[in-house]
Structures are given as structure tokens and as C-alpha cells.
């Protein structure tokens, strides 16, 4: 827990973590981005869709910052009118459920809201104890599901993540990156 619980009774706990999943990539996997865009761009310019180069070329500049920036660390509070993080609160109301899932060697928090909207949060957990923390007490307001119900866009996100290239010691966990710690 931070100190910031002592200045604050509203705030049940809290904890610091990268803002997103993050693992430093070889120039391997750059290299890939740039060789499947130009290839998809040869297609394209073959087809005549030119104007179709643009919004591809943006998507291989997202996936290049993405995978050469580090995140910035952020804080996230558990407190008892709901969760904040990142300037956002989202109210007990609201929330319908929770689960996690592991993506680089790091717990992700998934957050939803109750139907029709179901919009999902997610917050990077950096450790073990976080999350049985985290757990407890989340667990008091909405429920907890240990397997996640998955959408057909869900099943489609993770066939296409099979498809990406992984680099060497990915699947085992995680060797090159340390997950941030809490901050005592």
C-alpha cells in the first residue's frame, strides 16, 4: 500500500504499475512489422486502392511506438465508491464483474460494466500479492469469474496474436523485462 492510504480513509488500497503490458522487443519483430506493411502495401498500390496506404502505414507507426516505448508508471486505487485509475472513476454501480488474464509475464485486471455497454478496463497487476489483495477486495463488491466468458472478437484477437511472431523465451515467462514493484 501506498502512504497516500494514510492521507485519504476513502482509499481501501492501492498500488503502482506500468500503465500497459510491456516487454522490450528485438529489432526482429520491427523488422517484421515494416516487412508485412510493405508487403500489404504492394498489394494495395497493385490493386489501386492508394489512398488505402495511409491509414496502413499509420497502423504500422502505432505498432512501432508501441513496441519501442516503455510505459509510464500510474497508480490505481481500490476505494469505497469504486476504482480510479488514471484520472477515471469507475463506481461500484457500474461494474458488473472481473477476471484476469497473463499477457508478457504480467496479471491484467479486466474490469466490465454491467450490459448493454460492457466496456472493459484493464489494469496491469505487477505481483502475486497485489493480486490476492486485489482479489479480497473487489471480491466483496462484484463478482469475481475465474474462466472469462470470450467474444467472438476475443477468440479472433487471440488466433491473430498466434500469428505475430514470438521471440525466443515468451511463452516460458518473461526473461527480459522485471515487472515494477510496489512502492512501500
Do not use: C
Request: charged content about 20%.
Amino acid at each position: 500500500m501506498d502512504q497516500e492510504n494514510n492521507l485519504n480513509p476513502q482509499v481501501l488500497y492501492s498500488w503502482k504499475a506500468p500503465l500497459r503490458p510491456y516487454i522490450k522487443r528485438s529489432q526482429k519483430i520491427i523488422r517484421f512489422y515494416i516487412a508485412l506493411t510493405l508487403l500489404l502495401s504492394l498489394i494495395i498500390v497493385f490493386f489501386g486502392d492508394i489512398i488505402l496506404l495511409i491509414p496502413l502505414w499509420a497502423l504500422m507507426f502505432i505498432f512501432y511506438v508501441f513496441t519501442v516505448t516503455p510505459p509510464s508508471e500510474i497508480s490505481n486505487k481500490i476505494t469505497r465508491f469504486g476504482i480510479e485509475t488514471v484520472g477515471t472513476s469507475l463506481r461500484w454501480e457500474t461494474l458488473d464483474h472481473f477476471y484476469f488474464t497473463k499477457r508478457f509475464g504480467y496479471e491484467i485486471l479486466t474490469l466490465v460494466t454491467h450490459a448493454p455497454y460492457d466496456f472493459h478496463t484493464y489494469l496491469v497487476v505487477p505481483n502475486n500479492e497485489v493480486k490476492d489483495v486485489v482479489i479480497q477486495k473487489l471480491s466483496k463488491r462484484i463478482i469475481f469469474q475465474d474462466e472469462p466468458t470470450k467474444t467472438t472478437i476475443d477468440k479472433i484477437i487471440d488466433w491473430l496474436s498466434r500469428l505475430v511472431p514470438h521471440e525466443e523465451g515468451e511463452n516460458e515467462g518473461v526473461k527480459n523485462h522485471t515487472p515494477f514493484s510496489i512502492n512501500p
